[in-house]
DNA sequence: CGGATTTGACCGGCGC
DNA sequence: GCGCCGGTCAAATCCG
């Protein structure tokens, strides 16, 4: 029951990093377009989502015993690790493809245990929804973020059914599986903790939501996301589950519902084991943004143009990335 | 009572 | 051909 008032989500930071794995497995995308059309498009071009959104004053409000969610319990090495929350809202990175998202994390956390199921989930493609054998399912865009998180599962507005969870190789966090409760939805998410950095939650979405989403869980699509999350929303790699009415309406996000992934919306930890640091340490975020270079990556960019603050990080994340690639 | 979560088993693909 | 592994299904259980 994610139904808890988590909704409401203190002044979460999460630091995210996007990991687009889109890989249109038949080669095509279906309906998505290109990544880098998206970019192009929306991207650069209407950076101009992140500004419109009013600022909202992250409400805070903890859900007491929020502590529906299963995945978060998982131990949380509360090393510093998780002490880290950085108030940091995010730093996205995305990838469009496996190799891409090694490449993104070369050593560090382990995308790899996400880049992991990527490949497996290639292979499963076929499974993936059809169940016929000889038929390949066609893959849909995934789209995978890094979220630094205490709560492995993070609320975006959509209504998820867990419907599955393993242990992952190598990792003492078992991975999640979601499935968008819409029944017309396909949509599945996955969610794992990544073994090196306990605090970082890797949340890779799949497929595109058919409905509108607003789903929001308990209603509380008012407490909105703060500021970040929008900064979270960064190119999409496709219209990821992304509503066309969604659009601004309920997230005030002009341009975004367009493409807006559900995921990198999702700031809110579902549960929220404990307040969050908002005084992060500085010095993790830092380490993290330290980083960036200035980078000519279109994403950054356009994120950057935001807020401050968030296009900062999410920025620099970003670029990052793409310099170590 | 209804819906969501949990957990183990099963399925299918891939690598060796 | 076998084993490994990821992903999904489905029954049981829990919670609101």
Redesign the pocket.
């Known amino acids: ?3 808890s008032a988590a909704a409401i989500q203190p002044p979460f930071s999460a630091q995210i990093q996007l990991t687009g794995d889109f890989f249109d497995a038949d080669g095509g995308d279906k309906d998505s377009l290109g990544f880098l059309e998206l970019l192009g498009l929306r991207d650069l071009h209407q950076p101009s989502f992140l500004f419109e959104l009013p600022p909202r004053t992250p409400a805070v409000e903890l859900p007491p ?1 929020a502590i ?4 978060a ?1 998982p131990p949380q090495p509360e090393s510093s690790d998780a002490a880290n929350f950085p108030a940091t809202p995010s730093s996205i990175s995305s990838s469009s493809t496996e190799a891409a998202a090694t490449a993104i994390k070369p050593g560090t956390d382990s995308a790899a245990t996400g880049d ?3 490949e ?2 290639a ?2 493609t ?3 929804g059809g ?1 016929k ?1 000889g038929q390949k399912r066609q893959r849909e865009p995934r789209f995978a973020f890094k979220t630094r998180s205490e709560v492995d599962h993070l609320e975006d507005g959509y ?8 242990a ?2 190598n990792s003492p966090y078992p ?3 979601y ?1 968008c ?1 819409s029944a017309t939805c396909g949509v ?1 998410k ?1 969610v794992e903790r990544s073994s090196e950095d306990p605090a970082v939650v890797v949340t890779t979405y799949e497929g595109q939501h058919t409905h509108p989403s607003p789903v929001m869980p308990r209603g509380a699509h008012q407490s909105l996301p703060p500021t970040h999350l929008v900064l979270a929303q960064p190119p999409p790699p496709l219209g990821f589950g992304l509503p066309p009415s969604l659009h601004s309406k309920d997230l005030h996000l002009p341009l975004f519902g367009s493409y807006l992934p559900p995921p990198p919306m999702e700031f809110r930890p579902m549960a929220t084991p404990r307040p969050l640091m908002l005084a992060p340490d500085a010095a993790a975020a830092d380490a993290v943004l330290a980083d960036r270079r200035p980078c000519a990556n279109q994403r950054a960019q356009y994120v950057i143009r935001d807020h401050g603050l968030l296009q900062d990080l999410i920025p620099s994340e970003i670029r990052k990335k793409e310099e170590e690639m």
């Not at 529906?68 to 995945?71: L, Q």
């Not at 209504?159 to 393993?166: E, H, I, L, P, S």
């Open positions: 029951m994610e139904t015993a529906s969610d299963p995945a319990a992991e199921s990527e497996a989930k292979r499963k076929c499974k993936e169940k054998k209504r998820w059914r867990k419907y599955g969870q393993k992952v190789k991975r999640s599986y499935r409760t599945k996955r």
